[in-house]
């Protein structure tokens, strides 16, 4: 039986990720699953793609909105556009994806599993149950806009998709991984994100079984026109407080790491774990491109660039219990609005191309390169348990001021040179 894993709170944000961007997040996004692909498998993979914490600190290292439902769309939409044309290769494909692309998953899936052996119509019946599922058997106010099935070739599966509440200008986030999955009816989520708001009929969870079976067997019983006027008349009966009950413990949901995204746009120090990026600090400056000489193959490569490559290695490697601060992976390459600084196109490019080096030699038999990778992120972990640092202020307000040294690039065009700036 799959898990809740959790659940968070996402503020709706309109707008399009640039084509500038996206084409860099498509390209890192599709390293960043090769690598983990490479080191623990695709089961590895989708796993991490159902936990919502990850989800989340995946969307920000790639320079998405740190906190806003639009991660959800870019990274469905950067990995379908990154495995599909090597599902070959990486035996990962992603199906459906926002608005009328959702409506093309059945048909998709089973291009797919003609392709790969697997049982696409079965697949395509497990797309339609889900969505299902979280539009109607759980009715929390969340309209259902993007669904999207990531697929390996083994059939294997994990979905992620979202809903919004346009009164609340709120989006949940729905995972699913196919792993264990025993019911589509008996608590099949891995996780929900979104905000709590009020009574929530949810027929998907194990303790609605009484429910769903007491339905059918009023709905043969009474028939469904019958069923409708009874239904009205039980609406405007007033439920007298003697008559309420309170939860037994035992019908008490258990308690799940909740994350909730806050609605300010902007990165605040109580939105990241200062001593993790005090770590990431240390490990890039003190003992970035000096003890890891693998990591100096492109021209240029100093400690920012190395910081950002010890974030990224972090999603690669890191533990669960690591991505409670999602906040923190936005700067290792900004936001493209900005937040909490424009992404510096430079170092993301040079990311890119170490990175990209590393898996190119791991293929090839030689780990050396992306072990390095992984020996940033273990030294950061170790650092930071008696590293400081300067304040996150201090942090910030140099980025900001080297942006334009780093290829600075938002949705408001290029970031001019400090004294531009300041006289402008």
């Not at 806050?262 to 001593?275: C, M, Q, S, T």
Request: aromatic share 6%.
């Amino acid at each position: 039986m799959t898990r809740r894993a959790g659940s968070a709170d996402l503020p709706l944000h309109g707008g399009r990720v640039p084509a500038w961007l996206g084409e860099r997040m498509t390209r890192l996004g599709t390293l960043i699953a090769e690598a983990i692909v490479h080191h623990e498998g695709r089961d590895a993979f989708l796993a991490r793609l159902a936990h919502p914490f990850w989800f989340q600190s995946f969307g920000a290292v790639m320079g998405m909105d740190w906190h806003s439902s639009g991660i959800t769309t870019s990274v469905i939409g950067a990995l379908k556009r990154g495995l599909n044309p090597r599902a070959q290769e990486l035996g990962l494909r992603v199906c459906g994806g926002r608005g009328g692309h959702s409506r093309q998953t059945p048909a998709e899936l089973a291009a797919a599993g003609e392709a790969a052996g697997f049982d696409g119509t079965a697949l395509a019946r497990a797309s339609r149950l889900v969505a299902k599922v979280d539009s109607a058997a759980v009715q929390d106010g969340f309209d259902l806009y993007l669904h999207g099935f990531v697929v390996a070739d083994d059939g294997k599966w994990c979905v992620v998709q979202q809903g919004m509440n346009g009164a609340s200008r709120t989006a949940r986030r729905y995972h699913w991984l196919s792993d264990g999955l025993a019911s589509f009816v008996d608590s099949p989520h891995a996780a929900i994100e979104g905000r709590r708001q009020g009574d929530i009929v949810n027929l998907a969870d194990a303790r609605a079984a009484g429910s769903r079976a007491a339905q059918l067997t009023l709905l043969a019983d009474l028939g469904p026109d019958k069923l409708a006027r009874e239904a009205a008349a039980l609406e405007t009966e007033l439920v007298r407080p003697e008559r309420s009950r309170g939860a037994h413990p035992q019908d008490s949901a258990p308690l799940l790491p909740h994350l909730t995204l806050p609605a300010h746009h902007d990165v605040r120090r109580g939105d990241v774990i200062l001593r993790r990026l005090h770590g990431t600090l240390a490990a890039a400056a003190d003992a970035g491109p000096s003890e890891f000489p693998e990591l100096l193959l492109v021209p240029g490569v100093g400690a920012r660039t190395v910081r950002s490559l010890a974030m990224v290695a972090e999603v690669i490697h890191g533990a669960p219990c690591r991505f409670a601060d999602p906040a923190r992976f936005s700067l290792a390459h900004g936001g493209k609005d900005r937040h909490p600084f424009p992404v510096p196109t430079k170092v993301y490019d040079k990311t890119i191309g170490i990175l990209k080096a590393a898996v190119t030699q791991a293929k090839l038999g030689n780990d050396e390169k992306i072990g390095a990778i992984r020996r940033l992120d273990e030294q950061a972990r170790r650092l930071e348990r008696y590293v400081s640092g300067p304040s996150f202020d201090a942090l910030m307000a140099e980025e900001r001021a080297r942006s334009h040294d780093y290829g600075g690039r938002s949705v408001f065009g290029w970031e001019p040179p400090e004294a531009d700036a300041a006289a402008g």
